[in-house]
């Protein structure tokens, strides 16, 4: 019987239109043991200044503007693992963007 998962790390992705691209916020949350350990959050900037989804997460274009549009490392702090962790996703864009980035 497989080991029951003691730590994993959740990503959440915010949207600002349909695009595979379009980014524009990202979340993460750490959990040990059933408990937030740690927390990231960070704006993106979309590569087209059209935000259709502000009435889902209230993000305008005047929010991400001037926000990081590529070079996020999450490969550190957060998301560096001691050892391997299983990733979970809800979002097919998040598969691209990180393979993109």
Known sequence: MPEPVREIVALDFETADPGRDS???LGLVRIAGGE???RF???IRPPRP???YTHIHGLTWADVADALADGID???GLLAPKRPKPARAHLTNVESFLTDV
Request: charged share 20%; proline share 0%.
């Open 50 to 52: 059209q935000i259709f």
């Open 41 to 43: 959050e960070t704006l």
């Open 74 to 76: 999450i490969t550190k």
């Open 36 to 38: 937030v350990t740690d």
């Open 23 to 25: 980014a524009c916020a």
